[in-house]
């Protein structure tokens, strides 16, 4: 079977599931995450959305440019400091661990940005 690389935009979902007492450090992390990457370039000029799941789970849904950009992510000082962050309070767990995500349409609770910490 022929590997096909996608081409433009890649759309990602990403799943921050907090460690016990850590809730306010990944929401604080978070709101440092888009403007990191809209800063390196990184993703396009969609719009982050966030969300809660009904385990506390953050989700994250944003734009890479390419999945060329969604690599070189990993070796950006600025953007691995907040990985690196969010890996000490939560862990990236899979989106089908979710019971919401066990229905067709899947729901979470949108999160409106907070001025002061952007989440």
Request: charged share 25%.
């Amino acid at each position: 079977m022929e590997s096909t690389k996608r081409q433009g935009p890649v759309l990602v979902i990403c799943r921050y599931k907090p460690r016990d007492g850590r809730d306010d450090d990944v929401r604080a992390l978070v709101a440092r995450h888009a403007p990191v990457l809209i800063a390196e370039s990184l993703v396009t000029d969609r719009p982050f959305v966030h969300a809660t799941a009904a385990d506390g789970s953050l989700l994250e849904i944003f734009e890479w440019r390419s999945e060329e950009a969604s690599r070189s992510a990993h070796s950006n000082p600025a953007v691995m400091e907040i990985w690196g962050g969010l890996a000490e309070c939560a862990s990236f767990a899979p989106l089908a661990e979710l019971p919401e995500t066990q229905n067709p349409f899947a729901h979470f609770t949108p999160l409106d940005p907070d001025p002061a910490s952007g989440v």
